[in-house]
């Protein structure tokens, strides 16, 4: 029942970030193991497809891929 507890906590931590609203940083201390899931992959999921669509798809070489792949991740504000 531990994981159900994590799942819950990482969903609502995800919808918080899909709103836009800014969390309390006493909650981000409280939940850091959710608020690193949810940030690893929010930018790993599209750097992993970009990159693979790059390569594949369009045939560019694997540097030329990975790039693509970090321009078109998310990034930081």
Do not use: H
């Amino acid at each position: 029942m531990q994981w159900l507890g994590f799942l819950a906590s990482a969903g609502a931590i995800l919808l918080t970030f899909l709103a836009g609203a800014e969390l309390d940083p006493e909650v981000l201390q409280k939940k850091i193991k959710e608020v690193t899931v949810v940030g690893l992959i929010g930018f790993l999921a599209p750097f992993i497809s970009c990159s693979l669509v790059a390569y594949y798809a369009l045939g560019w070489t694997l540097q030329a891929s990975l790039l693509t792949g970090v321009a078109l991740s998310p990034q930081p504000q």
